[in-house]
């Protein structure tokens, strides 16, 4: 319970010229002598062959519009298999844990929520479903020792506060303040522990440490410690509040 695990820019595509040329082409062609004396059937057919040739081209050159929220939800399931497996990252391999690094980069570089610390998003409990922090996962103790049921972890951003709820079988409690560095930036200061759940135990000033919001949505969170953690965590309960 030691560590706290919270967790575009516009595209410019050039034209090609020819796109813009097709409406002008159509009518010099059919202002020539050979269509001049076609139906006007078959010259508002000609028109609209041009037209839908020239919409099919415009849309090839903008799949980013269609395609990039899908890409995003597409990075959250690859995200969420690669993670499943894991028992919460007790059981990841070194490789494992590049893949999960790997995805987890690529959806921090099409994060939309610049300044997470004062996005309402980030409010509530979030389950934590992966994490590279050891004094979290306790991989050196035997299995009946770790904490194997959910592990939870709560803000909110409004009166900076955090808490850490273990469940199975410790039942453990840490709250913290958050002291924020950035916008996405925080001081972790724990200052009181809940032993299962009952035995309240004071500890301010013990606990620090830094934590970075590198990803934020409705759904997931992905934050960064200062020694180089991963967390990533999926919305539990958005109405949770923290005990202050």
Same mark, same amino acid.
């Given at each position: 319970m030691a560590t706290l695990c919270l967790s575009s820019s516009s595209s410019s595509v050039? !034209?090609? +010229?020819?796109?813009?040329?097709?409406?002008?082409?159509?009518?010099? #062609?059919?202002?020539?002598? @050979?269509?001049?004396?076609?139906?006007?059937?078959?010259?508002?057919?000609?028109?609209?062959?041009?037209?839908?040739?020239?919409?099919?081209t415009m849309v090839s050159f903008f799949p980013f519009f269609s395609t990039k929220r899908e890409d995003t939800e597409s990075l959250k399931l690859e995200l969420f298999e690669a993670i499943a497996p894991l028992d919460r990252g007790?059981?990841?391999?070194?490789?494992?844990?590049?893949?999960?690094?790997? !995805?987890? +980069?690529?959806?921090?570089?099409?994060?939309?929520?610049?300044?997470? #610390?004062?996005?309402?998003? @980030?409010?509530?409990k979030w389950e934590l479903l992966y994490t590279t922090s050891q004094s979290i996962l306790q991989t050196k103790r035997p299995k009946f020792l770790r904490a194997n049921g959910k592990i939870y972890q709560a803000v909110n951003a409004d009166t900076l506060r955090a808490q850490n709820i273990e469940t199975w079988p410790f039942f453990n409690q840490a709250t913290a303040n958050l002291v924020p560095l950035n916008a996405r930036?925080?001081?972790?200061?724990?200052?009181?522990?809940?032993?299962?759940?009952?035995?309240?135990?004071?500890?301010?000033?013990?606990?620090?440490?830094?934590?970075?919001?590198?990803?934020?949505?409705?759904?997931?969170?992905?934050?960064?410690?200062?020694?180089?953690?991963?967390?990533?965590?999926?919305?539990?309960?958005?109405?949770?509040?923290?005990?202050?």
């Open positions: 050039k !034209i090609p +010229s020819f796109i813009h040329s097709f409406p002008a082409n159509a009518n010099q #062609l059919l202002r020539r002598p @050979l269509f001049s004396n076609l139906s006007v059937n078959y010259e508002r057919r000609l028109q609209q062959v041009v037209e839908s040739l020239k919409w099919r007790a059981e990841a391999t070194p490789e494992d844990q590049k893949r999960v690094d790997q !995805i987890a +980069s690529k959806l921090e570089a099409v994060n939309k929520v610049k300044e997470p #610390l004062k996005s309402s998003l @980030l409010n509530g930036r925080v001081a972790v200061k724990f200052d009181a522990l809940k032993i299962a759940g009952l035995i309240p135990i004071k500890i301010r000033g013990s606990g620090r440490g830094q934590l970075e919001i590198t990803y934020l949505d409705e759904e997931l969170r992905i934050s960064r410690g200062n020694q180089g953690n991963l967390f990533i965590l999926r919305m539990s309960d958005p109405s949770y509040r923290v005990p202050v």
